[in-house]
């Protein structure tokens, strides 16, 4: 192992791509602390320390950020609007037929599709900072009590709104540019790289946290655990069914094409996060809702509002969690019914001579895809669900805020991006080496 580490600072492309990477992430790093135009520094810093777990409607958007966002820095956004907008491109994919047109022209269509990701990302840092700043301004943010919470901002004045909203999307510009150029000159997936770095750089925090409130032997038990669960989330995140595929001789010319045995991999956990961020996304508006609609001073809160409040916006409750798992395996069978299309498989294998074993070509074949396709999904989605409940039960049990790292969102992220950046660097030492990085 530590022979592989050495060939990589030994071959200098691959050192002169990690340390490009690296470069980058510390530039993003350094950026989460810098903070934004016309934002009083000690107060969010008092508050922050004063403020013991993030608040439900901001905890999801301040994991991808490093926790930049509750900080109100020149990267508060981090890079949760381009993941929206990277969602709401692949949706709209299934609702607007010139964009499922433009995705199958190949690199052209899709370089267009980027763009139109890109522009969504800066109208959705424009929406989101506007909606930070507000919630800043109001007091909202850190809703501790403390008058110092309710002074972020130390110029009300429009030209000073405007500066902070520019700030910030120019952030969000920023950190898009930086992991296209990840992407570009360095190793692995510029923005999947950016995300794993922000969940990451929460972790010693937040273990931190539980060794403070419960001592060391649950610090060391936590730790255990952890290990448990990453081993588990590896050996599912590997998983898939694979399904064989021979492919018939055919003649053109003199050649021979053909006649190869293949497989089509469907993968357990094929919805990958995007579940969990639907379902925390879809949990979130209840909350909002009745935010937006507390009574005024010495008037009595409506029964619905209340209902919300008690059931809706604390984790731990139990009915809170059944909803976070409904919702879940639910949102996991609607991604996986729109990004895998039995039909388009099965349409593509009969036009290259392709079919499974024992099925005939065509539509039969797509009904048997759909049937692995269904079953696979289930252990799947109750998997996905599992693991997001695991921060919801330590909330309860442990104590620990709510970005507990081992499990959610988190604990996905870093396992899912920390597998493909190593098989990358693996296939670029074995391109140079006759030995890679995994054995």
Request: proline share 5%.
């Amino acid at each position: 192992m530590f022979n592989a580490i050495g060939r990589i600072f030994r071959t200098p492309d691959l050192r002169r791509k990690l340390g490009f990477t690296l470069g980058i992430v510390a530039l993003f790093r350094l950026g989460s602390f810098i903070p934004a135009p016309f934002v009083d520094f000690g107060n969010v810093q008092a508050c922050l320390a004063a403020s013991q777990s993030t608040t439900g409607l901001y905890e999801l958007v301040n994991l991808f950020s490093g926790g930049a966002l509750l900080q109100l820095s020149i990267f508060a956004l981090g890079i949760m609007p381009y993941i929206t907008a990277s969602i709401i491109v692949q949706l709209l994919r299934v609702v607007i037929p010139h964009f499922e047109t433009l995705y199958k022209e190949g690199q052209s269509g899709q370089g267009k599709l980027t763009q139109y990701t890109r522009y969504l990302t800066i109208a959705l840092g424009v929406l989101q900072s506007t909606t930070l700043i507000t919630v800043a301004r109001s007091g909202a943010l850190f809703p501790s009590g403390d008058p110092s919470c309710s002074q972020l901002i130390t110029n009300d004045a429009w030209y000073a709104i405007l500066l902070m909203v520019i700030t910030m999307t120019a952030g969000t510009g920023l950190i898009m540019w930086m992991g296209e150029l990840i992407t570009e000159r360095g190793i692995g997936n510029g923005m999947s790289l950016l995300i794993f770095t922000s969940i990451a750089s929460t972790f010693p925090g937040s273990l931190w946290s539980i060794a403070q409130a419960r001592g060391l032997d649950t610090f060391f038990v936590v730790l255990a655990v952890g290990l448990l669960i990453v081993v588990a989330v590896v050996f599912v995140e590997q998983s898939q069914r694979r399904v064989p595929v021979q492919y018939a001789k055919r003649m053109v010319g003199r050649r021979t094409y053909g006649g190869n045995n293949t497989y089509i991999p469907i993968k357990v956990n094929m919805a990958g996060v995007v579940p969990v961020i639907f379902a925390s996304s879809l949990l979130y508006l209840p909350a909002l809702i009745a935010q937006f609609n507390q009574p005024a001073a010495g008037e009595e809160p409506q029964a619905w509002v209340v209902w919300i409040t008690n059931y809706l916006t604390k984790g731990d409750h139990p009915l809170y969690m059944l909803l976070y798992f409904l919702l879940i395996v639910g949102f996991t069978y609607f991604y996986v019914a729109i990004t895998f299309n039995p039909d388009e498989v099965a349409e593509n294998m009969k036009k290259y001579g392709g079919f499974i074993p024992g099925i005939r070509a065509g539509r039969p074949t797509a009904e048997y895809l759909d049937y692995v396709l269904t079953r696979v999904t289930l252990p799947g989605s109750l998997y996905l669900g599992l693991i997001a409940l695991i921060p919801l039960i330590a909330l309860s049990m442990v104590g620990a805020n709510a970005n507990f790292p081992f499990g959610g969102a988190s604990i996905l992220i870093i396992v899912g991006v920390g597998l493909e950046t190593v098989k990358q660097i693996d296939a670029q030492l074995q391109q140079r080496h006759y030995e890679g990085l995994l054995r």
